[in-house]
Nanobody, 123 residues
Framework: QVQLVESGGGLVQAGGSLRLSCVASGLTFGNYAMGWFRQAPGKEREFVATISRRGASTAYADSAKGRFTISRDNAKNTVWLHMISLKPEDTAVYYC????????????????WGQGTQVTVSS
């Protein structure tokens, strides 16, 4: 059974930082590009960041550029999203996802999804 388990969410004040983690099991982690998406209440799921299978390439949503960093360690089956300078509009449930395809920004390309972790940024 493939599992992606996110952790690290929480409540922070605007300007604060969080590091989200996603640990994968049940798949050959290095064969998958990984992505982070988020979904705010009443909104569609949106792309945040993605990283290629070996970590050589990354891509970010405009809202994340300069503030968020995606990284991975294939030996640990883990992908992280380090977030700084958080804003109230970053409040959402954050999901990690895995795709057997190459680096992708569209959710439809992802094969597996985690359960999400809540990030709340207060003013």
């Amino acid at each position: 059974q493939v599992q992606l388990v996110e952790s690290g969410g929480g409540l922070v004040q605007a300007g604060g930082s969080l590091r989200l983690s996603c640990v994968a099991s049940g798949l050959t982690f290095g064969n998958y590009a990984m992505g982070w998406f988020r979904q705010a209440p009443g909104k569609e799921r949106e792309f945040v960041a993605t990283i290629s299978r070996r970590g050589a390439s990354t891509a970010y949503a405009d809202s994340a550029k300069g503030r968020f960093t995606i990284s991975r360690d294939n030996a640990k089956n883990t992908v992280w999203l380090h977030m700084i300078s958080l804003k109230p509009e970053d409040t959402a449930v954050y999901y990690c996802a895995a795709t057997i395809s190459s680096i992708a920004t569209m959710s439809g390309y992802y094969n597996y999804w985690g359960q999400g972790t809540q990030v709340t940024v207060s003013s």
